[in-house]
């Protein structure tokens, strides 16, 4: 297609405690890169506020665009994020209360299937 580059999409999982690894994000980011375009927390629900106020006044989050997920079962979490997020007028906001979990095994031991949070609409047993 005119018009359309490829491109190499990269990712990198890094583990270890946000306090030490949010300071050392910006040496991963390219001469050419603003800020990363996603990132997910899934780790301590109670530190997901902290850390994405160090992301953000670190300029980590790009201006153009960042979508920041939150793997997150704790309400009240949720809604302090939410609360902050309303605040500052920069965030556009979906919740989205279905999620599935798929844990696959090829040997040995059971597949276990999670599905917390589903909400069917306009089918059986739905809600």
Same mark, same amino acid.
């Given at each position: 297609?005119? &018009? ?8 990198? $999982? /890094?583990?270890?405690?946000? *306090? &030490? #690894? %949010? =300071? $050392?994000? =910006?040496? #991963? #980011?390219?001469?050419?890169? %603003?800020?990363? +375009? ?6 301590? =629900?109670? #530190?997901?506020?902290?850390? @994405? ?7 980590? /989050?790009?201006?153009?665009? *960042?979508?920041? /997920?939150?793997? *997150? ?14 605040? !500052? ?8 209360? *279905?999620?599935?979990? @798929? +844990?696959? !095994?090829? !040997? &040995? ?5 999670? %599905?917390?949070?589903? !909400?069917?609409? &306009? ?5």
């Amino acid at each position: 297609m005119a &018009g359309i580059r490829p491109r190499l999409f990269q990712f990198q $999982v /890094l583990t270890g405690r946000s *306090c &030490g #690894l %949010v =300071p $050392v994000l =910006p040496g #991963l #980011l390219g001469p050419e890169e %603003v800020g990363f +375009s996603l990132v997910l927390m899934d780790h301590r =629900p109670g #530190l997901f506020l902290s850390d @994405l106020q160090a992301l953000e006044g670190a300029g980590l /989050l790009r201006p153009g665009g *960042c979508s920041v /997920l939150f793997t *997150c079962r704790d309400r009240a979490t949720v809604t302090e994020i939410q609360e902050y997020a309303q605040s !500052r007028g920069l965030y556009g906001i979906h919740r989205h209360s *279905c999620f599935i979990e @798929l +844990s696959y !095994r090829s !040997r &040995g031991g059971a597949v276990n299937v999670g %599905v917390p949070n589903l !909400r069917a609409t &306009g089918a059986e047993g739905g809600s």
